[in-house]
């Protein structure tokens, strides 16, 4: 019987919480337009990319799951390559929290990256 690790234990998944983490701290620093403006969709952006990889982890097909950390990635780059970069752009962030952000969403593009590798490689393992 193999293993299972639990969605808590995996890492691509611990680092998208710790990503969701920083993004409401953001959040919560924005004043009311600016959540209404760009805050509602970059945090719900942000928590999206946990939230798919939950959602691809528990299904049963392969591709299904690989459709959802797709989706997880297409999040990360809404989230971090659009949202983010016009929270900075506009001086609602400070830089600090930006370049934080950044380097988790390095990290964990490239684990993202691996997971889907990993996922096509045992669908393969198993044909």
């Not at 959040?27 to 939950?54: C, H, P």
């Not at 299904?59 to 971090?80: A, G, Q, V």
């Not at 380097?103 to 964990?108: H, Q, S, V, Y």
């Amino acid at each position: 019987m193999k293993d299972y690790i639990q969605l808590k234990d995996l890492e691509v998944y611990r680092i998208s919480r710790e990503l969701s983490l920083i993004a409401w701290d953001i959040y919560e620093g924005l004043d009311w337009r600016d959540k209404k403006i760009m805050g509602d969709q970059f945090v719900e952006s942000t928590d999206s990319v946990g939230a798919n990889i939950a959602e691809g982890y528990k299904r049963y097909h392969y591709l299904d799951r690989i459709k959802f950390y797709y989706n997880s990635r297409s999040s990360l780059s809404e989230s971090c390559d659009h949202w983010l970069e016009l929270l900075y752009e506009r001086k609602k962030i400070a830089k600090t929290g930006f370049e934080k952000i950044k380097a988790l969403e390095t990290k964990l593009s490239i684990k993202l990256a691996n997971f889907i590798a990993t996922t096509y490689k045992a669908k393969s393992r198993e044909l």
